[in-house]
Nanobody, 126 residues
Framework: QVQLVESGGGSVQAGGSLRLSCAAY????????MGWFRQAPGKEREGVAA????????DYADSVKGRFTISQDNAKNTLYLQMSSLKPEDTAMYYC???????????????????WGQGTQVTVSS
């Protein structure tokens, strides 16, 4: 059974940093594309970053380019999102997601991903 478990969220002041982790269980981690999404109250879920099998290729939303870094450790079956220079507008629930390749679509589309974690809250104060 596929399971994704996020951790690492919290409260931080603007300009600070956080590292989110997503532990994956129940499948061969390195075979699937992975993504980070976020959803603020009253807003749609948006793609933040994605990483592809092999770990060498990534994509980022324009709003986080140069501030966030997605990475993975295949030995630990864990996905990361290093967030720096955080802004109040980064406040949201952050989710990791796994794409086994069954659905089409762009990396930023939630519909492309079949499995989701429960989310971890990130709050950035000014």
């Amino acid at each position: 059974q596929v399971q994704l478990v996020e951790s690492g969220g919290g409260s931080v002041q603007a300009g600070g940093s956080l590292r989110l982790s997503c532990a994956a269980y129940g499948y061969t981690f390195s075979y699937w594309s992975m993504g980070w999404f976020r959803q603020a109250p009253g807003k749609e879920r948006e793609g933040v970053a994605a990483i592809y099998p092999g770990g060498g290729s990534t994509d980022y939303a324009d709003s986080v380019k140069g501030r966030f870094t997605i990475s993975q450790d295949n030995a630990k079956n864990t996905l990361y999102l290093q967030m720096s220079s955080l802004k109040p507008e980064d406040t949201a629930m952050y989710y990791c997601a796994a794409d086994p390749g069954q659905y089409g679509g762009s990396w930023w589309s939630p519909f492309k991903y079949k499995y989701w974690g429960q989310g971890t809250q990130v709050t950035v104060s000014s």
